[in-house]
């Protein structure tokens, strides 16, 4: 077995963390929250679905790993998984259905709704596979940001796979996990996002 230089290993762990789904849900929701007609409107929308999608599930996680759920932030064990990926439906489906009612900006919904089939389409696999959430999410925001504003925000497609190479790098996944996720998240979440658009 080859060990990883520590270099590597902190350039692979600083990516991992500083790209982590959270983040990368923050970022599309604030870049397609300001590219909506209204762009105040679609900023507050964008916070609802950062609380929901984001915030309250990490919230989750952290009470996990005070209780001694599970072992750290980006939950590992594939078995937990299982438990947390509900939770953090659950927190999603109640921001789609108070957007629905307060009649959101459809793009708004439509993201939203995106990030809830992507889990769903994760859940299943991850009862038998460990596939990467990491690439799913960051997958699917640059085709969300693809299809909803620009097609020049492909071209922020290498930073997925600098996110592979980390989750990688850091042998939380094997390459086949890495790329099934991005196949996923890119094609559930542009489908959907596509399709309510």
């Not at 350039?11 to 963390?17: K, L, W």
């Not at 890119?186 to 658009?197: D, I, M, Y």
Request: proline share 4%; aromatic share 6%; charged share 10%.
């Amino acid at each position: 077995m080859t060990t990883i230089p520590v270099a590597e290993n902190r350039t692979a762990r600083a990516v991992t963390d500083g790209l982590e789904p959270k983040n990368v849900i923050l970022a599309v929701c604030l870049v397609l929250g300001a590219a909506q007609d209204d762009t105040l409107v679609g900023l507050a929308w964008a916070v609802h679905a950062i609380v929901f999608a984001a915030l309250i599930p990490v919230a989750y996680i952290k009470y996990g790993i005070r209780s001694g759920r599970w072992q750290d932030r980006h939950v590992g064990q594939r078995e937990r998984r299982m438990h947390l990926i509900p939770v953090i439906m659950a927190s999603v489906g109640i921001a789609i259905t108070a957007m629905v009612v307060l009649h959101a900006p459809v793009q708004m919904t439509a993201l939203v709704v995106a990030m809830l089939a992507t889990l769903g389409a994760i859940l299943p696999v991850t009862a038998f596979w460990k596939i990467s959430v990491h690439t799913s999410v960051a997958a699917g925001a640059v085709t969300i940001l693809a299809v909803g504003i620009s097609p020049w925000w492909a071209a922020v497609f290498p930073l997925v796979a600098l996110i592979g190479w980390s989750r990688v790098a850091l042998r939380d996944h094997t390459l086949g996990q890495v790329i099934a996720g991005t196949v996923l998240g890119s094609l559930v979440a542009g489908a959907v996002f596509a399709w309510l658009t």
